[in-house]
T-cell receptor
Framework: EDQVTQSPEALRLQEGESSSLNCSYTVSGLRGLFWYRQDPGKGPEFLFT???AGEEKEKERLKATLTKKESFLHITAPKPEDSATYLCAVLRYGGSQGNLIFGKGTKLSVKP | EPEVTQTPSHQVTQMGQEVILRCVPI?????FYWYRQILGQKVEFLVSFYNNEISEKSEIFDDQFSVERPDGSNFTLKIRSTKLEDSAMYFC???????????FGPGTRLTVL
């Protein structure tokens, strides 16, 4: 069964304290792995797509990496505005264009 | 920057009533989706829609649910007879024909009393 597990569930950082969020996945043929940011009461906001092991993507203080079993979202010198829930999702081959399977997310709090 | 829009932002209804949630996908996107998120739980896939027909649906998407593209811009989700357990955030998303990235709307919070 396709599955996405994110850890930790919650992470509290001081401003400037770098850390990583983990996304472990089991899928029968990975078509793409996605990272989204979700603010309270809002829809997921697209951040990155990763397609194959070894791939890396960067955007401002965020860097996403992918291996055959997991993905990491590295946050360098976070600011309070980075506080949000970060969602990981996978899309497998063989399904339709869009059946994304989501993890529960990591709730990140960055204190000034 | 183009974005997915959804109306209403919050819908309150009585159990057994029909509701229609509306979405306007990004204009050049051809794939459309509905997801839901029960409070404190994962975002769950409901249905994907392409070329005026359902491409895939989940077990959640039973006979009480239907989708429609009534015109060139709107995409709707209808729940025929709402249940208490239908209370959730419902997200519409869309994607381009040749890309897999999905862009989500702000959601409609459905509360069934």
């Amino acid at each position: 069964e396709d599955q996405v597990t994110q850890s930790p569930e919650a992470l509290r950082l001081q401003e400037g304290e770098s850390s990583s969020l983990n996304c472990s996945y089991t899928v029968s043929g990975l078509r793409g792995l996605f990272w989204y940011r979700q603010d309270p009461g809002k829809g997921p906001e697209f951040l990155f797509t990763l397609y194959s092991a070894g791939e890396e993507k960067e955007k401002e203080r965020l860097k996403a990496t992918l291996t055959k079993k997991e993905s990491f979202l590295h946050i360098t010198a976070p600011k309070p505005e980075d506080s949000a829930t970060y969602l990981c999702a996978v899309l497998r081959y063989g399904g339709s264009q869009g059946n994304l399977i989501f993890g529960k997310g990591t709730k990140l709090s960055v204190k000034p | 920057e183009p974005e997915v829009t959804q109306t209403p932002s919050h819908q309150v209804t009585q159990m057994g009533q029909e509701v229609i949630l509306r979405c306007v996908p990004i204009s050049n996107h051809l794939y459309f989706y509905w997801y839901r998120q029960i409070l404190g739980q994962k975002v769950e896939f409901l249905v994907s829609f392409y070329n005026n027909e359902i491409s895939e649906k989940s077990e959640i998407f039973d006979d009480q649910f239907s989708v429609e593209r009534p015109d060139g811009s709107n995409f709707t989700l209808k729940i025929r007879s709402t249940k208490l357990e239908d209370s959730a955030m419902y997200f519409c998303a869309s994607s381009e024909l040749t890309r897999v990235e999905q862009f989500f709307g702000p959601g409609t919070r459905l509360t069934v009393l």
